[in-house]
């Protein structure tokens, strides 16, 4: 009865949202476009109440600016897409249809360990709201505040289907300093992670993305080329990677990042990154990311390297991550490699991006069961109107290791064939 009222709701929201960015499309029109950062995107200003297209469409995306939102936030305001004592709102939604076949009854590598839709058969076909997005952002001329929640059909275990998933205080103002301080709770300022496929996400992203329940607190730096964060986290079990070996309360945990951007001539840009975080989930004998105590926990943290080359109409990226120590699950490094690219053209005469991306992951000896994953992804996305984009993906998929007990479920044999079709609204 729960979920039918939700994916009611999930309806009704899904027709609201589509009639206020259609209305917001025409309200920009009427009352001028902003086009910024060389996108004609709307953006409706009345009064207090703001929308920003261009924004909405960085913010909400989960493939792009993985770890560094408040720096989009805050460049913003600096290039005047956020207004001063304004709240901008936003909104998302996005949904999949998945169709998955395998070669091993029940056992299909990435795509599904969220929801657990197969325990048995070799093919599966469904539908999947991935996501109802919200937002506000908040602005005076020292402070920015940002409050996002969600309505999902891909929570994790124990999550509520609704969900606060994101709520920070930034101070500072790029035009006055190039520092910041924020408290909150966020995708911890840590890698790149981001992926050029048009839904699924990478396996550096998969092992290493850092997300906290409770609030931390991230200092940072920000100028035209060099972006700096030192992010303090307690000591306690958050969302995905997030871990210390005591979960005391005390905040010994920590990460920090940078990138800078170096112009290369004739419109090529090179961006350099590197990041470390302190305790990872990577630290016990038990596999089954614990909350509380485990078996011979210790610190154990993860390092990343990634490098971006852009031109005019391509990106090409790599990322590698690995954890400082051995699993003591598997008695093996942790690691993750990304190569990937992306090329913007057009298809029927709408803009389009083509993209290729694999990544393999490895977490045991050579040989194992367990040893490794690989991923290789092709993707289109089409921007069929200025708030609707659809989205395509054939995925191939090779080994079957879930992070719970992998040394019990691994299966190197498991190789798998995928394809997704989506569609992303946004205003």
Partial sequence: MTVSI??????????????????GQSLAQGAGVTESA???????HGGLLATSLAYSETMLDRQSHVTDKIAVALRARQSGLLGINQLTFGGRVLGTVIHESTN??????ILSRLPPTHTSGTSDSYGVINDITLNVTATTPLLTAFVQGEYTEVEYPGQNEIQLRKAWLAIGDLDRAPFYLAVGRKTVNFGNFESYAPFSH???AHYFWAQTKDPLIEIGYLSERTDVALSIIRNHRGNRVISSPSNDGSFTNYAVNAAHRMSLGNGMQLRLGAGYLRGTIYDS?????PPGIGVDRGWNGAWDVNATLSGARFDLMAEFTQTTDRWPATDHKVSALTLQGRYRGALLGRPATYSLSTSHGNQGGSGTEWESMTQVI????VDVAPNVTLGAEYMFNDGFVPLIMPTVTGDASVQSHSVI???RLTF
Avoid: D, Y
């Fill in 378 to 381: 092709l993707g289109l996305e």
């Fill in 38 to 44: 060389g996108q004609s995107r709307a953006a409706w």
């Fill in 6 to 23: 939700f994916k009611g709701a999930a309806q009704a929201a899904l027709a609201v949202m589509l009639c206020a960015g259609l209305a």
């Fill in 202 to 204: 990478t396996h550096n």
């Fill in 421 to 423: 079709l989506g569609a």
């Fill in 104 to 109: 091993t009854p029940g056992k299909f590598p």
């Fill in 285 to 289: 004998r038990i596999a089954h990311h």
